[in-house]
C-alpha cells in the first residue's frame, strides 16, 4: 500500500492537470474588437504543444477556433479593424486578413527582409501599419495597391518597437527601445537608472517627422514603485488614443524592494489612474477601440496560472469569465 498511494497520488494530480481549468492551455495575447463585445485570443495549447487562435464570444462563453495555416503555421499579433468585420495578423512572416463572417484568410504580403511585427489597422481602414525588423522600423501597408510605404526609417528606428496605435490620421503612439538617433538616445539616457538600451519609453510621431518622448513622468513613478521597473509594459490605446492602458507595479508603499503586484492603469485628458486593485500577476491587456472595455490575462496566486478578466470602464467593475474552459469546450 506504501508504493501504492504515491501512484495514486500522481494519478490524481495528473487527472486534475488535464481537467477543464488545469494548465494545457495558456493566454499568450488578446485583442478586442471595437465594441468590446469579441476578443480575438492567442494561446498556446501546451499539450500538443502549438499555438492556436480563436475569437471568443465572452457574454455567452463561446469560443470558435480559426484553423492554422498550411504546414501547421499559427497566427501571432492579432488586431481588430476600426469597422470589425476582419482581423489582421502574422503567419509564417506574412500580413494576413481574417475575414470574421466566414473566417477566410487572405495573404497581404509577400518576401521582404526581417521579420513582421504588431499589425494594425489605420483609422480609414484601407491600410495596415507595422513594425519590421531588424533593426525596428515602421511601414505603412496600402491594401488597395499593394504598395509598403516607409513611416520610420531604420537610421530612426528603435531596438524594439511595440505595436504602434493611431493618435490620428498621421499620428501614433508606441514603446520602444535603444533608439537610433543620438538626440533621442540621450534624452533617454537621463532618466534615474537609464539603460537605453532595454528601457522601454512612450514615444509620439508624426508621419514625416521624427519621433519624441512623451509621458516622461512615467519613468520616474515607476522607479518609485519598483527597482525592477524597466518601463510600461502591454501599453494599449483606443480610438484617437483617448484612453491609454498599460500594466505597472502597484503599491508604492511597499517599497521599491518588495513590490512585486502589478495592476491595470489609465491614462484619460492627462490623468492617470489605477484601475484594478488584484494583487495579481497580470498579461496581454487589450482595450476596445470605443475605450468601454478592456480585457487582460490575471493570475491572483502568482503561479503563471492566467485567466481572462473583463473590465468595463464605466463601472470600474471587473469580473473573471471562463475563457480557458471555453477553449477546452470548443475542441473537435
Known amino acids: 500500500m506504501r508504493l501504492l498511494w504515491p501512484v495514486l497520488v500522481a494519478l490524481l494530480c495528473a487527472a486534475c492537470g488535464s481537467g477543464l481549468t488545469g494548465d494545457r492551455y495558456a493566454i499568450q ?11 480575438a485570443v492567442r ?5 500538443k504543444k502549438r499555438g492556436g487562435l480563436g475569437l471568443y464570444d465572452w457574454a455567452h462563453g463561446k469560443f470558435t477556433p480559426i484553423a492554422n495555416q498550411a504546414a501547421g503555421k499559427s497566427f501571432t499579433d492579432p488586431s481588430f479593424s476600426p469597422d470589425g468585420t476582419r482581423l489582421v495578423a502574422v503567419s509564417a512572416n506574412q500580413l494576413v486578413l481574417v475575414a470574421l463572417d466566414t473566417l477566410q484568410v487572405t495573404q497581404v504580403t509577400e518576401g521582404g527582409q526581417g521579420f513582421k511585427q504588431a499589425p494594425v489597422f489605420r483609422p480609414d481602414g484601407k491600410a495596415i501599419l507595422f513594425v519590421a525588423t531588424n533593426p525596428a522600423r515602421l511601414l505603412l501597408l496600402d491594401l488597395e495597391s499593394g504598395q509598403e510605404s516607409t513611416v520610420l526609417d531604420w537610421r530612426e528606428g528603435f531596438g524594439t518597437i511595440s505595436r504602434p496605435y493611431f493618435g490620428g490620421p498621421d499620428r501614433i503612439i508606441f514603446l520602444a ?6 538626440e533621442i538616445w540621450e534624452q533617454a539616457n537621463q532618466f534615474p537608472d537609464a539603460r537605453p538600451e532595454t528601457d522601454l519609453h512612450v514615444y509620439g510621431l508624426k508621419f514625416g517627422a521624427k519621433p519624441e518622448l512623451i509621458l516622461k513622468n512615467l519613468w520616474t513613478l515607476g522607479k518609485q514603485k519598483s527597482r525592477w ?8 490605446a483606443s480610438q484617437d488614443a483617448k484612453r491609454i492602458v498599460f ?8 517599497g521599491a524592494e518588495r513590490n512585486v503586484d502589478q495592476e491595470l492603469f489609465l491614462i484619460e485628458t492627462g490623468g492617470l489612474k489605477q484601475l484594478t486593485h488584484l494583487h495579481s500577476s497580470v498579461i496581454a491587456a487589450a482595450i476596445s477601440y470605443d ?12 503561479s503563471a496560472r492566467y485567466d481572462l478578466r473583463l473590465l468595463d470602464l464605466a463601472s470600474g467593475q471587473s469580473r473573471s469569465v471562463g475563457l480557458l474552459r ?3 469546450s470548443a475542441e473537435p
Open 291 to 302: 475605450g468601454s472595455t478592456v480585457a487582460f490575462g490575471a493570475d491572483l496566486s502568482h
Open 177 to 182: 527601445s535603444a533608439p537610433r538617433d543620438k
Open 326 to 328: 471555453d477553449i477546452r
Open 247 to 254: 500594466f505597472d507595479f502597484a503599491d508604492p508603499d511597499l
Open 229 to 236: 521597473f524597466t518601463g510600461e509594459h502591454n501599453m494599449q
Open 43 to 47: 494561446f498556446i495549447d501546451q499539450e
Open 29 to 39: 495575447d488578446l485583442a478586442l474588437s471595437p465594441d468590446g463585445h469579441l476578443l
